[in-house]
Each structure stands twice: as C-alpha cells, then as structure tokens.
C-alpha cells in the first residue's frame, strides 16, 4: 500500500507473483489475544492468520490496492524465489475457532486493505503539512 501510494516500485520475488498470502487485521489479532488471556490454554499451539477467506496473491493484491487508491502499482519481478519461500500459505483457523468460540475473523480483506489506505494517506498528509 504505501509503495502504491508514494508511487514507489515494489520488487515481486519468484513463483510470478502468485504466491498466496493470509492477512489478518490487527483489531482480529488483538481480539484473540484478549480471548487467550480470558481463557488460557496451557501448552497449546495455534496458528494465526486471516484464514483462506482472507487469503491473495501479491498480484491479486496489487488489483485490489489499485482499486481502492486508482494508482497502477509499479514493479519489478526477480525471477528467483526468496530461500525458504513457499508458494501458498494460509491459516487453519479450525482448532483456534473450536477452542475461542467467541472470536473470529471481523475485519475482512477489503476492508483491511481500506482501513490501511486511510491510514496512510492521512501520514502522507501529515508529512506533506510539516
């Protein structure tokens, strides 16, 4: 978001960009986290994300921004993928959903991606104020 928006050129490494992401929005992370605290679980591993339902590609995410912002995202593509990348990752949220029935994902992807332009855009706004 911030290289679309201060139109600035973003490097793509490998897989043609379409490797797929989860993206979970803070206010979710803190959620659950305060669901945790309520109800601990000694010894127990979660995985957190935002979940297939929140999941994207990098290129998928570039039409989205360029959506929201109406500013095409530069960038380059490194036909070589980051050591230890993988091309598809998302959260299985079942076994953290079962154990916190009271939390869930709130905020969805597009929303996300808005709430994060807005912030932005008003810190661009401020540095260009000073």
């Not at 679309?4 to 490998?14: Q, R």
């Not at 570039?62 to 980051?82: A, S, W």
């Not at 709430?115 to 810190?123: G, L, P, Q």
């Amino acid at each position: 978001m911030r290289c679309n928006l201060e139109e600035k050129e973003y490097t793509v490494f490998g897989y043609k960009g379409k490797q797929v992401r989860d993206n979970i929005h803070s206010e979710d992370v803190a959620n659950m986290i305060h669901e945790f605290y309520l109800h601990p679980r000694q010894g127990e591993v979660y995985n957190l994300g935002g979940g297939k339902g929140n999941s994207c590609s990098i290129l998928e995410t570039f039409k989205m921004v360029e959506q929201i912002t109406g500013k095409k995202q530069r960038f380059t593509y490194v036909d070589r993928n980051r050591i230890g990348d993988h091309i598809c990752y998302y959260s299985d949220l079942s076994k953290l959903q079962s154990h916190f029935p009271a939390w869930g994902i709130t905020k969805s992807l597009p929303v996300t991606l808005v709430e994060i332009t807005e912030s932005w855009m008003a810190r661009l706004a401020v540095r260009s104020t000073a």
